[in-house]
């Protein structure tokens, strides 16, 4: 397998014109990948995100901050129990990849933990992939901590740095996720536990690439291992997490995004999204860019709040939520629906449109015989006047 591309001279010119004179780029992470993944049919966070574009200083001079992002506190404490795990030139950590993935090996001692230095991302990347083929020809327990991955996102290279890879004496590769929420009774939130699979999971495809480019082959195990403080204390315990759904979902995901290039090109002359050009400029360009919005962006995009409004002002059935949207059908606005619903618009013929028009009935008919029991119970017309007033005011 080749190397990763990287992005053409006039593309990265591009980019840069993109992003405005002088706005270094944002890179991507594997959380932000995870959730591009999540939504392949967003253009304006491929393009966003493959141009290196700081989405939470563009919203902001939006006028539409986001509250996405990790608190001061949550990053030193994670910082702080990342620390305690990997001390003692990560003793602990070999001992729970021992433990929870690879209990046949044998135990690891003083595992070797290589120098992974070097000048920016691409030279970082090429030390980790030497340091990658050394340690798994060499047969012993080897700790690579913050290697620099890479993985191609829709015509773009993507640097991704895991918490760390362990090379095992059989020369096989396993990702691990060091995370500060605790793990209480041997279980953790299973919301949080699924979105650090789907960021490892993006992990893994990056690693597959350098294990594919090696002769023969190095096995990258679907099974990373998840670090976490045990019960309430800020011991470490760790457990083994298949990845091979997320893994098999995100490399579909990210197969359709649309490439940054045909995104861009399509872009009118002059589009820059530096946050200190004006808030109409601004908004000129983000909206010349397609959006795909729905409610799980609140959690995973920072620019979440600036396109809930533009759908909600457009009526998009989007912003109800994505199951509801397939429900619908090509009822694509709450216009639509609704027209469809009172029998003003639609075909007949489409379940959709007939199953609107069969709740529209089943609403009218459940308001008409509650108006007719509340009557009933309220015979005002028998009543004097002054009674009258006080059943209306019951």
């Not at 706005?23 to 493959?50: E, T």
């Not at 986001?66 to 910082?79: D, E, P, V, W, Y």
């Not at 060091?178 to 992990?203: C, E, H, N, T, W």
Request: glycine share 10%.
């Amino acid at each position: 397998m080749p190397p990763p591309r990287a992005p053409g001279t006039a593309l990265r010119r591009q980019l840069a014109e993109l992003r405005g004179p002088d706005v270094p780029p944002k890179a991507l992470d594997a959380r932000a990948l995870a959730a591009l993944a999540a939504n392949p049919g967003c253009d304006r966070r491929a393009l966003l995100d493959g141009a290196g574009v700081d989405k939470a200083k563009l919203a902001g001079a939006l006028g539409a901050p986001s509250a996405f992002g990790q608190s001061q506190f949550a990053f030193m404490r994670g910082n702080a129990f990342e620390a305690r795990v990997k001390a003692d030139g990560g003793a602990e950590l070999l001992r729970l990849v021992h433990e929870k993935i690879d209990p046949g090996a044998e135990p690891p001692g003083a595992g070797a933990v290589p120098d992974l230095d070097a000048i920016g991302p691409e030279g970082r990347a090429a030390r980790t992939a030497l340091a990658l083929r050394e340690a798994t020809g060499a047969g012993g327990w080897t700790l690579l901590d913050h290697p620099m991955l890479t993985l191609d996102v829709a015509g773009s290279a993507a640097f991704l740095e895991p918490d760390a890879v362990v090379v095992h004496p059989d020369g096989g590769w396993t990702v691990v996720e060091i995370k500060s929420f605790p793990m209480l009774d041997g279980s953790a939130d299973p919301a949080k536990v699924g979105a650090a699979a789907r960021q490892s999971a993006v992990y893994v495809l990056a690693l597959e690439e350098v294990a594919a480019r090696l002769t023969p082959a190095a096995r990258v195990r679907h099974r990373v291992l998840l670090v976490c403080p045990k019960d309430f204390s800020n011991l470490p315990t760790g457990s083994a997490v298949d990845v091979r759904k997320q893994r098999a979902v995100t490399r579909r995901q990210l197969a359709r995004l649309t490439r940054v290039e045909d995104i861009a090109a399509a872009l009118p002359e002059g589009s820059c999204f530096s946050p200190g050009l004006p808030a109409e400029e601004l908004v000129t360009a983000v909206e010349a860019v397609p959006a795909s919005y729905a409610p799980e962006c609140l959690s995973a995009c920072e620019l979440a709040f600036h396109c809930r409004a533009r759908s909600r002002e457009q009526g998009a059935v989007t912003s109800l939520g994505r199951s509801l949207r397939a429900e619908l059908g090509g009822l694509t606005t709450v216009t639509d629906v609704l027209a469809a619903a009172h029998g003003e618009a639609g075909d007949p013929a489409d379940p959709a449109v007939a199953a609107l028009r069969r709740a529209a009935r089943l609403r009218a008919e459940a308001l008409d015989a509650g108006a007719r029991a509340a009557a009933a119970r309220v015979p005002s017309a028998d009543l004097p006047g002054g009674d009258r007033e006080a059943g209306a005011c019951r």
